[in-house]
C-alpha cells in the first residue's frame, strides 16, 4: 500500500546526501575556527563537575579501536565519544551560538564528528565539510522552525543536524541518510523543561544541560549506524499527524520555506554566521562584560578603589534583562556558579572589581566573596533599555555606568562583544582562547603542539585525524579527578 509522501524527510535527505561539499577558502576557514574554539572549551572543561560524571559512565563502553575519551586517552564506542565529549563543551555556557527564529549551539555535533573521523580513519577535509553541512541544516531550520512557543529544547533541531552530517561523514546512501533521519526526529524530541530555571537542592541548575546538545548527537550517529545496517524509521516524521511539525504547531508557510531553502542551496557557507563568546557565560551577557570592564579600566586610570563604589548602573537590552534578571528567582542574591553566571547584576559585579571574567569568576567562594555581596546588596541598579534593544542581531547590547568613591562617573558603552558578526574573532582570536583555555589543563608544549595540529588538520586530505584526536590527553601533572570550585 503506497503511504503519504514526507516531503521535508525527503529533502533533507536529499540535501544532505547530494549538496556539493567542496568547501570555498573562506567557509574552509570558518570549519577549522569552528573546531578550534569547540577544543578551547571542551578540554578547558574537562574538570567541571558534568564532565567528570560522563567520563565515569563512559567506562562501560571501553573498546579496543573506538574514539579518544578527551583527557583521558582511553578508547570508547563512537556513540560514547559523541556523548561524553561533548559534555564540557556545553560545561561553561562558552560554546557558539546562533539564533533565527530560534537559537541553540550548532558545534554540539562536532565532539560526535571527530568521533566517527578518528573510528572510521577518515582525513580532516571529510571532517570540515561534513561539519559545514551539520551546520548549514541547523541553521536552516533555527531559521525557519518556532521552539520556544510549544515548548521545545534546541537539542530537536540538533540531531537533524548531527544526522545529515554523520551520515554524509558514514558515506550513507541517500536512502539510509533518509531512514537516519527518520529514525533521530521520533526518539529524541526533547522539552526545554531544562531551561526552566529551576534549581537543585545545591542551588544549581540542572546538571542534565550539559549533556542535552551531545545526547541529541550521540541519539543521530546511533540513528546512522541503526539506518546503515538496514533499520527504518518512521514514514512521516516530520508530516505524519503526530509529526515534528505538528508537535512544533508549525504552519504549511513554515514547511514550504525550508524546502525551498534545501532546494535552493548550492553549497554549504552558514557555518560562517554563528556567534563566538569571549568569555565563559551566555551571548546575552559578552556586551555587558565588555561594558564592565570598559568603565573597571576607567575607575583604574581614575585612581578609584572599585570595591568602593556609590552605585553601578546597568541598562541592558530587552531579552538580556529578561533572561539574565526578570526570569532568575534571586538574581542579586547568587549563591552557585550557575546562579553566578545567569545573574547580569553578578557577571557586571565581578567583572568592574576584578578587571577580568574567567571560569574561577563563579567559584562558590568568589560568588559568596563578602566585597562583591556587599556590592550586589545595595549598589547594583539593572534596568531595561528600549533604546538598546536589537537583541541578537545587534549582540545583545548592555551599556555599564559605575559612580566611584567621589561621585565620578565612568562608563563602559553598549557594543557588539569580540565573537559577534559585528565584531568577528580574527584567527589570533581564535588561538589566543585556545591556548587561554587548554594550556592551564594540557601545559604549554602539549597545547602548541595541539593547536599546530588544527590550524594544518585539512592540510593533507589523505591523512586519517586519529594523530590529532590520541594527542588530545591531559598533562599527567595535571589531575582530571578533582572538579573545579
Known amino acids: 500500500m503506497a503511504s503519504h509522501h514526507d516531503h521535508l524527510l525527503h529533502a533533507l535527505a536529499a540535501f544532505a546526501h547530494g549538496v556539493p561539499l567542496g568547501l570555498d577558502s573562506a567557509t574552509r576557514a570558518a570549519s577549522r575556527h569552528a573546531v578550534i574554539d569547540s577544543l578551547a572549551v571542551a578540554l578547558g572543561a574537562l574538570r567541571h563537575p558534568a564532565a567528570l560524571a560522563g567520563r565515569r559512565y563512559a567506562q ?32 561553561y555556557d562558552y560554546n557558539d551560538l546562533y539564533i533565527g527564529r530560534s537559537g541553540g549551539h550548532p558545534n554540539d555535533i562536532i565532539p560526535g564528528a571527530l568521533a566517527i573521523a578518528q573510528w572510521r580513519g577518515l582525513p580532516g577535509g571529510d571532517l570540515l565539510a561534513a561539519i559545514a553541512l551539520g551546520f548549514e541544516v541547523q541553521i536552516a531550520l ?67 544541560k550539559r549533556f542535552n546538545g551531545s545526547n541529541a548527537c550521540r541519539q543521530a550517529l546511533a540513528a546512522c549506524l541503526l539506518a546503515e545496517s538496514g533499520v527504518e524509521g518512521a514514514v512521516r516524521p516530520f508530516e505524519g499527524a503526530h509529526g515534528l511539525l505538528s508537535k512544533l504547531q508549525a504552519q504549511p508557510a513554515d514547511r514550504e520555506t525550508l524546502l525551498a531553502r534545501l532546494a535552493d542551496a548550492r553549497a554549504c557557507t552558514r557555518i560562517g554566521s554563528v556567534t563566538f563568546k569571549r568569555w565563559p557565560v551566555g551571548s546575552r551577557a559578552q556586551s555587558a562584560i565588555q561594558a564592565a570592564l570598559e568603565a573597571h579600566a576607567s575607575l583604574r586610570d581614575a585612581g578609584s578603589d572599585p570595591a568602593r563604589v556609590q552605585a553601578i548602573r546597568v541598562r541592558a537590552d530587552r531579552q538580556v534583562y529578561e533572561h539574565l534578571i526578570a526570569r532568575r528567582a534571586d538574581p542579586f542574591h547568587p549563591v552557585s556558579r550557575e546562579t553566578a553566571d545567569h545573574s547580569l547584576a553578578y557577571v557586571v559585579t565581578a567583572a568592574v572589581l576584578d578587571g577580568r571574567i574567567g571560569t574561577d569568576s563563579f567559584s562558590p567562594s568568589r560568588v559568596l566573596a563578602p566585597d562583591i555581596q556587599a556590592i550586589l546588596d545595595a549598589r547594583v541598579q539593572v534596568q531595561a533599555d528600549p533604546s538598546i534593544s536589537t537583541g541578537a542581531a545587534g549582540g545583545f547590547l548592555t551599556a555599564v555606568e559605575v559612580i566611584d568613591e567621589q561621585g565620578r562617573s565612568h562608563r563602559g558603552v553598549a557594543r557588539p562583544p569580540p565573537g559577534h558578526r559585528l565584531q568577528p574573532f580574527t584567527e589570533q582570536d581564535f588561538q589566543a582562547k585556545f591556548i587561554e583555555n587548554v594550556e592551564p589543563v594540557f601545559g604549554r608544549d602539549r597545547t602548541a603542539a595541539l593547536l599546530d595540529q588544527l590550524l594544518t588538520i585539512d592540510s593533507d586530505n589523505n591523512s586519517s585525524i586519529d594523530a590529532l584526536c590520541r594527542a588530545l590527553v591531559a598533562d599527567p601533572s595535571t589531575p582530571l579527578s578533582m572538579p573545579v570550585d
Open 60 to 91: 562501560h563502553a571501553i573498546v579496543a579501536r573506538g574514539a579518544t575519551l578527551w583527557g583521558t586517552g582511553e578508547r570508547v564506542t563512537a556513540e560514547m565519544a559523541a556523548l561524553v565529549n561533548g559534555v564540557p563543551l556545553r560545561g
Open 142 to 208: 533555527f531559521d525557519t522552525l518556532d521552539l520556544d512557543r510549544p515548548g521545545w529544547d534546541y537539542p530537536v533541531i540538533t540531531g537533524i543536524g548531527a544526522a545529515c552530517s554523520y551520515a554524509r561523514l558514514l558515506g550513507l546512501t541517500e536512502i539510509q541518510t533518509r531512514e537516519a533521519i527518520a529514525i533521530v526526529v521520533t526518539k529524541h524530541l526533547v522539552t526545554d523543561e531544562v531551561e526552566s530555571g529551576e534549581l537543585n537542592d545545591r542551588g544549581d541548575l540542572t546538571m542534565w
